[in-house]
């Protein structure tokens, strides 16, 4: 029996936990039909997602189909959760994408197939809700080839569509039109075509060599209501998606795709093993760190089973690794496409509510900060407030929801704010030398800062001798210099900044006869730690900074009589169309947006498109923030654009 990693993807109510329930009833697995409206799916487990009706965070359940062991991984579809999704396809041996047969592809369709295709991961596309009205085959076929730009080959036909009566006909392309296809990317199926030797059966092997090679999808029709169609995707799901691979004799490597707790608070790790096998009781290195595995279970028949051990091909929970966060690798870490996370781009304010414990509030926050690398927390304590990144407006809802549901505590949030962060305008440089000019550290700190290439980040250069002093003093400037440039001179993030030290001095270990060390003739890292945020921020003052807003590029696709109407308004938002063209009665519009702006024009394109207008939006990049009033940010951290306060905060005196 082998194995295969299975996970289904959609837009919004495009009904793909409905298929998951319909699949999971189909092969046994359930008794009964879970129901979104009801709130009583199998895969939905958080509360949030069995009120809403959409899904959070990927659900495993495994199911056998025949000989296959299918792990299906049920993945968000809403955008503001993209990075769930992303972190879901990293384990992934194959996928089907759902489409809603009415509202057709979307959006969320088109990145989510881009995702899908860069992955290089095998899909099928499921067209559901064929038993709705307004239900259609052939304009949703034009739509996927068309709108996605990728080869679909229809696997049956439907008769009765738009009615409760209709039934999916399973019966491929005419062999004709399959070897149309398939010829695009193998030239010696093309020649036996011309030739008049294809068979059916090396047609049918092309496929299915060419559906794991994630070149052709592939696309069924049914209803998940129904069930029409389930039977015909199914069998699709075995034959045509490939297994999972992977050497269980060989190196361990595996990937952490979600961490959750446990009832007693303890940490349980999702992963999926590429290679080698985990035992119970093994060490195993994470993130550069390392953990003992307590406990092991695997997914099997709808239920996770207790076992010793885990082979590659395998996601298992795992206990024991407290330290683990999600997207860590386990023992070597796999190459090929990678995941990229672009960054969250909005920041709120938590505010605890009137009985909410501030303390309780701080650890609840930390502890699904620690889980989830994606989430930022900025703790300010001269407010006692805390800050929490994020994607979309919605994740306000489901942050709310966690702390409520999972730790009893009530909160709700200040406005949205976009997050900035700073680049220098220019070079600048500082020094403070030892026991001169009221520096009251024992240590010689230079530096200079300049501006570095975009998206290249914060690097640090020395200009002095390696062994000029000891290496920890080095370290020492060189980690408070990042920590430091995480609030520039307006409290955003410095980025894509080159930082050289230019000078460096200490004063070497004094002892007195017959006594010990004396740190106060001697330098240590305090003063290394405590000079290098002065020295920095002059030297950032002296180079300038401008503050850059995130922005986002979107698509718009609506009638092209809707144009007049949606210039003004993406004006009025500070959106640049840069593209501007029609297709038949639609007009497609590109350009950038602010990420402050994304949520307002969300709300209003429904009104100024007749509700046909479709949005597509993601970050792309950081623009110089270069009309009104230039945003500022809050510090939290000792404050060394104030030498008298830092002075006061750091070393309880303003002076040397």
């Given at each position: 029996m082998?194995?295969l990693?299975?996970?289904?993807l959609?837009h919004?109510d ?21 129901s979104v409206?009801a709130?009583?799916t199998?895969?939905d ?5 069995r009120?809403r009706g959409?899904?959070?965070?990927a659900?495993?359940?495994s199911?056998?189909?025949d000989d ?7 993945t968000?579809?809403?955008p503001?959760?993209?990075a769930?999704?992303e ?5 992934l041996?194959g996928?089907v994408?759902v489409?809603?047969?009415v509202?057709?592809v979307q959006?969320?369709t088109r ?5 899908l ?6 899909t099928?596309?499921f ?6 009205r307004g239900?259609?085959r052939e304009g949703?076929l034009r739509?996927l080839s068309?709108?996605l ?6 696997m049956g036909?439907v008769?009765?569509?738009?009615t409760?009566?209709a039934v999916?006909?399973p019966?491929g392309p005419a062999?004709?039109?399959l070897?149309?296809?398939?010829a695009?990317?193998d030239d010696d199926l093309?020649?036996a075509?011309v030739d008049?030797?294809?068979?059916p059966?090396r047609?049918?092997?092309?496929l299915?060599?060419?559906t794991r090679?994630?070149?052709?999808h ?8 129904t069930g029409a169609?389930v039977?015909?995707l199914?069998?699709g799901i075995r034959?045509l998606?490939?297994?999972?691979d992977?050497d269980p004799e060989?190196?361990?490597?595996g ?5 959750e707790?446990g009832?007693a608070?303890?940490?349980i790790?999702?992963a999926?093993l ?7 009781r ?11 595995v307590?406990a092991?279970?695997?997914f099997d ?5 207790r ?5 590659a091909g395998?996601i298992a929970r795992?206990?024991?690794l ?10 070597v870490?796999?190459?090929?496409p990678?995941q990229?996370f ?10 605890p509510g ?12 930390t502890r699904?900060?620690?889980?989830d ?10 407010r006692?407030e ?8 919605v994740?306000k809802?489901v942050?709310q929801?966690?702390l409520a549901?999972?730790?009893g ?11 900035c962060v ?5 070079q600048?440089?500082?020094v ?6 009221g520096?009251p ?5 230079g ?5 570095a290439p975009p ?7 020395l200009?002095v001798e390696l062994?000029?002093?000891p290496y920890?003093f ?5 980690d408070?210099?990042?920590e430091t440039?995480?609030q ?6 410095v980025?894509d900044?080159?930082v ?9 270990r ?12 001697s330098?240590?890292g305090?003063?290394f730690?405590?000079l290098t945020p002065?020295v920095?921020?002059?030297?950032l003052?002296r ?7 995130p922005m986002?590029r979107?698509?718009i696709?609506?009638?092209?009589d809707?144009l007049g109407?949606l210039l003004?308004?993406l004006?009025?938002l500070r959106a ?5 063209r029609?297709?038949d009665?639609?007009?497609v519009?590109e350009?950038a947006?602010p990420a402050?702006r994304?949520?307002?024009l ?8 007749r509700g046909e207008g479709e949005?597509e ?5 950081y623009?110089?923030v270069?009309?009104g009033t230039?945003p ?5 951290d000792?404050n ?13 005196r303003?002076g040397?």
């Amino acid at each position: 029996m082998h194995l295969l990693n299975l996970g289904i993807l959609a837009h919004v109510d495009a009904g793909k936990t409905s298929l998951t329930e319909r699949l999971l009833h189909s092969v046994g697995i359930t008794d009964e039909i879970g129901s979104v409206d009801a709130g009583s799916t199998h895969t939905d487990t958080l509360a949030l997602e069995r009120r809403r009706g959409i899904t959070i965070k990927a659900a495993v359940v495994s199911f056998p189909v025949d000989d296959v062991t299918v792990n299906l991984i049920d993945t968000p579809g809403h955008p503001d959760f993209i990075a769930e999704v992303e972190r879901a396809l990293g384990v992934l041996d194959g996928a089907v994408l759902v489409v809603s047969a009415v509202e057709g592809v979307q959006a969320q369709t088109r990145v989510l197939m881009r995702t899908l295709r860069r992955l290089r991961i095998p899909t099928l596309v499921f067209v559901n809700k064929t038993d709705r009205r307004g239900a259609r085959r052939e304009g949703v076929l034009r739509e996927l080839s068309g709108r996605l730009r990728v080869p679909v080959l229809p696997m049956g036909t439907v008769t009765d569509l738009g009615t409760r009566r209709a039934v999916f006909q399973p019966g491929g392309p005419a062999p004709d039109a399959l070897a149309d296809v398939l010829a695009d990317h193998d030239d010696d199926l093309l020649a036996a075509y011309v030739d008049g030797s294809l068979t059916p059966e090396r047609l049918r092997a092309a496929l299915v060599a060419q559906t794991r090679r994630a070149l052709v999808h592939p696309v069924f029709f049914g209803s998940a209501a129904t069930g029409a169609g389930v039977t015909e995707l199914i069998a699709g799901i075995r034959d045509l998606l490939p297994p999972a691979d992977g050497d269980p004799e060989g190196p361990l490597s595996g990937t952490v795709f979600k961490v959750e707790r446990g009832p007693a608070g303890e940490k349980i790790a999702y992963a999926r093993l590429f290679s080698g096998t985990l035992r119970t009781r093994d060490r195993v290195p994470f993130g550069g760190r390392d953990g003992k595995v307590t406990a092991i279970s695997v997914f099997d028949h709808g239920t996770d089973v207790r076992r010793e051990t885990v082979g590659a091909g395998r996601i298992a929970r795992l206990w024991g690794l407290a330290e683990v966060r999600i997207g860590d690798s386990l023992g070597v870490p796999r190459t090929g496409p990678g995941q990229v996370f672009a960054p969250p781009t909005l920041e709120t304010v938590v505010v605890p509510g009137p009985d909410t414990d501030r303390r309780s509030l701080h650890l609840a926050l930390t502890r699904l900060a620690e889980q989830d690398p994606l989430i930022g927390l900025r703790h300010d304590e001269v407010r006692h407030e805390v800050s929490v990144s994020l994607y979309g407006e919605v994740q306000k809802e489901v942050l709310q929801a966690t702390l409520a549901d999972e730790h009893g505590l009530e909160v709700t949030f200040r406005g949205t704010t976009p997050l900035c962060v700073e680049r220098p305008a220019g070079q600048g440089a500082a020094v403070e030398f030892l026991r001169r000019d009221g520096n009251p550290f024992l240590a010689t700190v230079g530096l200079r800062v300049e501006p570095a290439p975009p998206g290249t980040g914060v690097t640090f250069g020395l200009e002095v001798e390696l062994g000029s002093m000891p290496y920890a003093f080095f370290k020492a400037v060189e980690d408070t210099v990042r920590e430091t440039l995480g609030q520039g001179l307006r409290g955003w993030r410095v980025t894509d900044a080159a930082v050289t030290m230019t000078h460096c001095g200490y004063s070497p270990r004094q002892s007195h006869a017959h006594q010990g060390f004396d740190k106060s003739m001697s330098s240590t890292g305090y003063d290394f730690r405590g000079l290098t945020p002065l020295v920095l921020i002059e030297a950032l003052r002296r180079a300038g900074t401008r503050v850059h807003e995130p922005m986002h590029r979107f698509r718009i696709e609506a009638p092209a009589d809707t144009l007049g109407a949606l210039l003004p308004v993406l004006t009025a938002l500070r959106a640049v169309p840069r593209t501007t063209r029609t297709r038949d009665a639609l007009c497609v519009l590109e350009g950038a947006v602010p990420a402050a702006r994304v949520h307002l024009l969300e709300q209003r394109l429904p009104g100024l498109t007749r509700g046909e207008g479709e949005l597509e939006s993601a970050f792309d990049h950081y623009a110089p923030v270069d009309r009104g009033t230039v945003p500022e940010r809050p510090r939290t951290d000792h404050n060394p654009l104030d030498r008298k306060e830092y002075l006061l905060n750091v070393t309880g005196r303003t002076g040397g």
